[in-house]
């Protein structure tokens, strides 16, 4: 039986994810609409490494895999967080709205295989980096050490994926890396986001 605050919490968590997906779908049209023909950025990445467009595939592999791993242990130690974790994301994403539209680059060799619709315009901070490490961060190293190393793993596999498929910038995935670490550094011991954390927050 889901308590009044537990149900405060699921309906707040899906009104910030809804709000996150509506401005990042905003924002990647504000970019194709207001600039067409937005230029490539110099990577010194991209002249060391050789172009596999078919990386795409284990950047989506890799980040369905620590998706797993993070419900995994969600679930079997704290599943009353969700709700928390989801706006967590949602703020992850808003920032990152805002942030794309003032870096509006273009993907370098039409970029990866696999089309995003969300974030196929935008590419600073790179969100599947900083979705990739909050997770990682909620996952813990204390709370599940093994599922934790795996992820890790599985986190340089994605970054590295998407530099040979050319989905992001070097500077994308270190972008995205440092947003996803504010956040959550912001959420678990900041007071940026207090107010909105007590109302997602099992203890109310």
């Known amino acids: 039986m889901i308590g009044g605050a537990g149900r405060r919490g699921i309906v707040v968590a899906a009104t910030m994810a809804a709000a996150a997906a509506l401005a990042t779908e905003v924002a990647s049209r504000y970019i194709?609409?207001?600039?067409p023909e937005r230029p490539t950025a110099p990577d010194l990445a991209y002249e060391v490494l050789p172009h596999i467009p078919e990386?795409?595939?284990?950047?989506?592999?890799?980040?369905?895999?620590?998706?797993?791993?993070?419900?995994?242990?969600?679930?079997?130690?704290?599943?009353?967080?969700?709700?928390?974790?989801?706006?967590a994301i949602a703020l992850v994403?808003?920032?990152?709205?805002?942030?794309?539209?003032?870096?509006?680059?273009?993907?370098?060799?039409?970029g990866s295989l696999v089309p995003f619709p969300l974030f196929t315009n935008g590419l600073f901070p790179s969100g599947h980096t900083a979705l990739a490490l909050l997770?990682?961060?909620f996952i813990g190293r204390k709370k599940a050490p093994r599922l934790h190393a795996v992820g890790v793993a599985l986190f340089f596999v994605m970054a590295v994926s998407m530099l040979f498929s050319r989905g992001h910038?070097?500077?994308d995935i270190v972008g995205g890396a440092l947003l996803g670490y504010f956040v959550w550094r912001e959420w678990s011991e900041g007071s940026m986001f207090e107010p909105l954390r007590r109302l997602v927050s099992p203890q109310g």
């Open 55 to 87: 990386g795409s595939y284990v950047t989506l592999v890799a980040m369905a895999a620590i998706i797993v791993l993070y419900m995994a242990s969600v679930i079997r130690h704290d599943p009353g967080r969700i709700p928390a974790h989801i706006t």
């Open 32 to 35: 194709i609409t207001r600039f």
């Open 169 to 171: 910038y070097s500077i």
């Open 135 to 137: 997770l990682l961060l």
């Open 93 to 110: 994403y808003l920032f990152r709205a805002a942030m794309t539209v003032l870096t509006p680059l273009a993907h370098a060799r039409d």
